[in-house]
């Protein structure tokens, strides 16, 4: 048995727009998003074994059939004659349930990794149609570059082309569950007619697009997720949003310095919330 580790990062994302269309027939709802890969990392590692057994520093997450990537790894094994088993280890820092989609690109690169590690030779098109089978964030996690998502996330197109972004990432350690918000009388719903994506944007130009449909939603239950916002967009040289459906809340600069300075001041103001300063994940 071949016994070589194989070790991926697996990025966050955060949501630069969130707008919510309305419900689709099939019980989503249609969404227009602009995903963006951000460098705060899980770490995957990967063995072959005689079965494949997950095993996740984060207590809280399932690491049977109900984790997402065992969910991939079955696919592969039902659909496309997946013969080799894994011993798999997965090192959680992308807080859990919180809109940064970690699970989705956990189960992006495993998929990336098998079909690498056991020569599946499954086309990007074959692997995006895995990933939609799991979830409705992941098939942007195959090619990890900022893009436009629509459907319910799983149609993607190029994003704009973006000024160079620096991030604050601030999560309440509150788990938000994505159906409850869908299902929120605070929901806002935006019509697709009045949305207006140009082809470039210069940092104070991206503020203009810069909504989320869900945060309102949240906010109504977690006054923790509007606070956090409220400070970064009042105390800090930011402009601030919820990412996804919640809880974790994102902040963009234009530099280094200004993304310092409101570190500095959300650390001293949040001291046992989860802060970490973020640029553009690297690509892979």
Sequence with gaps: MENKTYTYLCPAKVNLFLYVLGKRADGYHDIYTLFYPVSIYDTLSIQKSDKTVLTCSNANIPADENNIIIKTHNILKEKYNLQDNFNIKLEKNIPFGAGLGGGSSN??????????????????????????????????????IPQLASGRGTELSPAPIL??????????????????????????????????????????????????????AVFSLHKQVEDIVHFLNTETAGFALMSGSGSTVFAV???????????????TNFKTYFIKKAAAAARG
Excluded: C, H, R, W
């Excluded at 599946?120 to 990890?144: H, P, R, W």
């Excluded at 991030?167 to 935006?190: C, D, G, M, R």
């Design 107 to 144: 189960a992006a690169y495993y998929l990336k990794a098998v079909n690498e590690i056991s020569t599946l030779n499954l086309s990007y098109e074959q692997m995006a149609e895995i990933m939609a089978m799991v979830g409705s964030d992941t098939v942007f996690f195959l090619k990890n």
């Design 163 to 216: 000024p160079e972004l620096y991030f604050l990432i601030i999560n309440p350690n509150i788990f938000v569950s994505t159906k409850e918000i869908y299902n929120s009388k605070n929901l806002e719903l935006t019509k697709l007619n009045t949305i207006n994506i140009k082809k470039e944007y210069t940092f104070n130009e991206l503020k203009s697009i810069m909504k989320n449909d869900m945060q309102q």
């Design 253 to 267: 600069y234009p530099d280094k310095q200004t993304q310092e300075e409101a570190y500095n001041k959300a650390k």
